[in-house]
């Protein structure tokens, strides 16, 4: 049976335990739920509980662990001479092993011996690991059954257990987040610790060259591939700052607009429109840069003699700044509707304008939350995938000149890993180096900006 | 403004300093006035510009995609000659399927044009038809034998530079080198539309197609279909686990250093760029775990992973916006502390919940850069029937074709997005309809 027939099952039964275990309880009180400790539907809970937890973990971990269990079990079946492969033609040989015994295409013309064996002996693995498990969840979910259903008496504190139960259960899930977090950091620092085993780290921080061509045969040409990140580096902040050079101002102009000048109704309309902008997904805004955007610009710098490339940091950092606008004002706009009315009566009364109010009393008093906001934002261009992908370049250029095409962090990431890879080679294990950086940075700015903003808060409250 | 900083000034200042200094400060207001219309206009100004963008964006793709929801096609009649597609007369679904419909639609098209001899020619003219046409006798065919011996007028897409050609997006004026259809097509072309067999109709293919080489034979079906599975992972995994951990969060746990610590990942997790999450699904479950590539379920746990930190934040102000009073009443009746929050609090804060889960799974939906990474970028034609089969999803699909050099792929790549821009204002909009609807000021 495949997974979602046994998740399906599982379910049922279940249901199944659940009235088995209020029946049970309704008959040994003599029918009459008064002589129970617990509500009738708390027995049943008990025993849906102690059917699906233990098949619900043996499904979810025969679902992680069986591929790379068989695969092992499958690679110590084969002829020793295959098993000496290097890893990416053994990779390719139990592709073609599992495509055979599915009777699907096979990348190989020659179809041996071998392989015939390999594929009989995968096919019937499958099945046996199939069997195997429905067998198990049965036995598991049937045993954990029988056992609540004996332990089942008008005495038994089932609501105080199910509660316990449900408690731990809820503690785990509010750690998932956490894990995840170990399980990014972990993966990261561990690729990256492999990445610097074949280039020194003071080479990928400090190097100025990025080729990551990793050449077929060692006598090629660069053969080596050069991992320096500064242009990578250099290209991210080059798109950033043209990003935050349009979010910032209009972002925070907008913000004032709304928060101090616009009347209700004109806001009610206009933040939620601001808003749409931070809805849309960013491979929109993408095409959006590389179709419309840097055309324009390109045909734009031709009227003006200038040479604008079509995947020009201009054109890829504007659009992306039109993406952040709402980042910078909504926040803002928070801040600055959080100032104390006090404050710019205080200023009024003096005689100031509302202007001069807003640029000598509020924009002061709101500074850390607005630069808060503008750090969020920022953080949110460095980590931008989509449109830099789309419509900025590939060749790293370590240039200042927005006229030109560079690269950033996130896109050399997607080029590195989109496409066959292999698992041990420099070029890959350089993403998730770069991937490391961005983590990193990314959060520092995130903490530094969330500091600020929740210190700001308290001042005020 | 002007007569009214006068008047402004006039009575409070005039009677008690001299006419100079009055004269100065006349100036000066006039001076600070301006400034205070100079700001504010910036202020409009900004919106201005965020608004206009917004609409030249909609404008934009809008007016690009269009055309993309027609198709030119042509009529053309067809004589099935038994002799060959099945010369044995079995009639059996093998050599149907195996038959050479190629040569029966070169022949019927060719003798529309007796004057085009040469071979390069006739070359031209052939790839004026969508190499789909062949698949759409087959399965004529193959569904009706009998049709075998009859005359039929079968409705084929033309190719996709003929349908640009027909949408005038292809200029005449253009040098013949550098457009995609000769002059010769173009003379073809205009001799089967005097003889009314052109047609310009529905596109229903890129409602119900996977994807394809040939844009006018590609359609979103299959990604549409992928984004389905991805996101039902994705709601199944993130949903209970996200208002699990906020229900703890908020309203068991103890204040510590280690639910504080919770605290903080799951707000800095918010923030944490999608592209990292691709490389987790990466490394933990493709290469940890081993888990198939392209599939909807890796993508659908890595962006459960991502939504979680979303639905746990509006799940945790959902539950905090239920007043104390609820709570109290309900354990003043006795109930449990599980009770009263199972019972009592959560279907309150239901809606509050319900509706950041749809933000949350709206932001899903539009996310492609974690999925390039775990491989949904792949070319896959087939429409995928279950979570485990490779699938590719509406964004990617949209990357994908926007990557594609065919004119014809960019009326497509907009109307793709227009179709997950619906998909995602739906959401919205049934997110703002909860809200309104059910959502109770206390």
């Given at each position: 049976m495949s997974f979602p027939v046994l998740f399906g099952v599982l379910a049922l039964l279940t249901v199944l335990g659940f009235f088995l275990g209020r029946a049970r309880a309704l008959s040994t009180a003599n029918g009459h739920?008064?002589?129970?400790?617990?509500?009738p539907n708390y027995y049943g809970y008990y025993i849906g509980l102690w059917c699906a937890a233990p098949g619900f973990l043996l499904l979810i971990g025969w679902m992680a662990l069986e591929t790379s269990v068989m695969d092992s079990m499958l690679i110590a079946n084969l002829p020793a001479s295959l098993q000496g492969l290097p890893k990416a033609e053994l990779s390719l040989l139990l592709n073609d092993v599992k495509n055979l015994a599915n009777g699907d295409i096979v990348s190989r013309e020659v179809i041996d011996a071998d392989l015939r064996d390999a594929a009989a002996f995968y096919a019937s693995l499958t099945s046996s690991s199939k069997l195997l498990v429905t067998a198990l969840m049965v036995v598991l979910t049937c045993g954990g059954i029988l056992i609540a259903r004996g332990r089942?008496?008008?005495?038994?504190r089932a609501r105080n257990s199910v509660e316990r139960a449900f408690m731990v259960i809820m503690i785990i899930c509010s750690t998932i987040a956490v894990l995840t977090t170990l399980g990014i950091i972990l993966s990261l620092v561990f690729e990256s610790l492999r990445f610097f085993q074949m280039v020194h780290p003071l080479d990928f921080v400090f190097g100025l060259e990025w080729s990551p061509q990793t050449a077929?045969?060692?006598?090629?040409?660069?053969?080596?591939g050069l991992f320096g990140a500064v242009p990578l580096l250099a290209g991210t902040m080059l798109i950033s700052l043209i990003a935050m050079c349009v979010a910032a101002p209009v972002g925070l102009m907008a913000a004032i607009y709304m928060a101090e000048y616009a009347p209700p109704k004109v806001r009610g309309t206009v933040k939620p429109l601001l808003e749409i902008l931070a809805g849309i997904p960013t491979v929109v805004y993408g095409f959006f840069a590389a179709l419309t955007v840097a055309p324009f610009f390109r045909d734009l710098g031709l009227d003006f003699g200038l040479t604008i490339s079509s995947e020009s940091a201009l054109a890829a950092g504007m659009v992306m700044g039109i993406m952040i606008i709402p980042f910078v004002s909504s926040l803002s706009d928070d801040v600055i509707s959080a100032v104390p009315q006090s404050l710019r009566e205080g200023s009024y009364g003096l005689g100031a304008t509302k202007s001069e109010t807003i640029k000598q009393v509020i924009l002061p008093a709101a500074l850390p939350g607005i630069v808060g906001s503008v750090l969020l934002a920022v953080s949110r261009a460095i980590g931008e995938t989509m449109i830099v992908v789309m419509a900025a370049g590939l060749s790293a250029n370590l240039t200042a000149n927005p006229f030109e095409a560079v690269t950033t962090v996130t896109v050399q990431i997607v080029t590195l890993l989109v496409g066959d890879q292999e698992f041990d080679s420099a070029k890959t294990l350089a993403a998730f180096a770069l991937g490391l950086i961005l983590f990193c940075v990314t959060l520092v700015l995130n903490i530094i900006a969330l500091t600020i903003v929740n210190k700001y808060r308290e001042q005020y409250d | 403004m002007t007569d009214a900083a006068t008047t402004l000034n006039g009575p409070s200042g005039g009677?008690?300093?001299?006419?100079l200094s009055d004269e100065a400060v006349r100036k000066n207001l006039k001076r600070r006035y301006a400034a205070e219309r100079r700001f504010k206009t910036y202020g409009i100004l900004a919106i201005a510009f965020a608004v206009c963008m917004l609409g030249l964006l909609f404008s934009t793709i809008v007016s690009k995609a269009t055309p993309a929801f027609t198709q030119t096609m042509i009529n053309l009649e067809i004589t099935l000659y038994p002799q060959d597609?099945?010369?044995?007369?079995?009639?059996d679904q093998a050599t149907l399927s195996g038959a050479n419909y190629r040569s029966v639609i070169r022949q019927a098209f060719f003798d529309l044009f007796p004057?085009?001899?040469s071979r390069r020619d006739k070359r031209q003219l052939y790839e004026m038809?969508?190499?789909g046409a062949v698949y759409i006798i087959r399965d004529m065919v193959m569904a009706n034998?009998?049709?075998?011996?009859e005359r039929v007028t079968v409705q084929m897409p033309m190719s996709d530079d003929i349908d640009q050609l027909n949408k005038g997006?292809?200029?005449?004026?253009?040098?013949e080198t550098e457009r995609r259809v000769k002059d010769k097509q173009i003379g073809w072309y205009e001799r089967l539309e005097n003889r009314g067999m052109i047609e310009t109709v529905f596109n229903t293919t890129f409602f119900t197609a996977g994807d394809s080489r040939e844009p006018e034979l590609a359609g979103i079906w299959g990604a549409a279909v992928g984004s389905f599975f991805t996101m039902l992972v994705t709601l199944l995994v993130s949903f209970p686990l996200a208002v699990c951990a906020a229900i703890y969060l908020e309203e068991?746990?103890?204040?510590n250093k280690w639910t504080q610590t919770i605290e903080v990942n799951i707000n800095n997790l918010a923030a944490v760029p999608s592209i990292v999450f691709g490389l987790l699904g990466l490394a933990v479950?493709?290469?940890?775990?081993g888990m198939p590539r392209s599939a909807p379920v890796v993508g659908g746990l890595v962006l459960a992973l991502m939504t979680l930190p979303t639905i746990i934040i509006a799940a945790r102000s959902a539950l905090k916006s239920v007043p104390p009073s609820i709570r109290e009443a309900a354990f003043g009746l006795g109930a449990s502390p599980l009770q009263v929050i199972l019972h009592h609090v959560m279907p309150l804060a239901m809606p509050g919940i319900l509706t950041g889960t749809i933000i949350g799974m709206a932001q899903a939906l539009g996310e492609t850069a974690p999925l390039l990474m775990i491989g949904m970028v792949a070319f896959i034609v087939d429409v995928p029937q279950?979570?485990?089969?490779?699938a590719t999803v509406l964004p990617v699909q949209i990357y994908l074709w926007a990557d594609s050099?065919?004119?014809?792929f960019v009326e497509r790549t907009s109307a793709a997005i227009c179709v997950l821009l619906a998909f995602l204002v739906f959401m919205n909009v049934s997110a703002v309809f909860l809200r309104k609807r059910f959502e109770r000021k206390w």
């Open positions: 739920a008064r002589n129970l400790h617990s509500l089942i008496q008008p005495a038994l077929l045969r060692k006598d090629q040409v660069g053969a080596t | 009677g008690f300093t001299n006419r597609i099945d010369p044995e007369g079995t009639r004057d085009v001899t038809i969508s190499p034998p009998n049709l075998l011996g997006q292809i200029s005449k004026d253009v040098p068991f746990a103890p204040v479950f493709i290469n940890f775990f279950g979570a485990l089969d490779p050099p065919e004119r014809a």
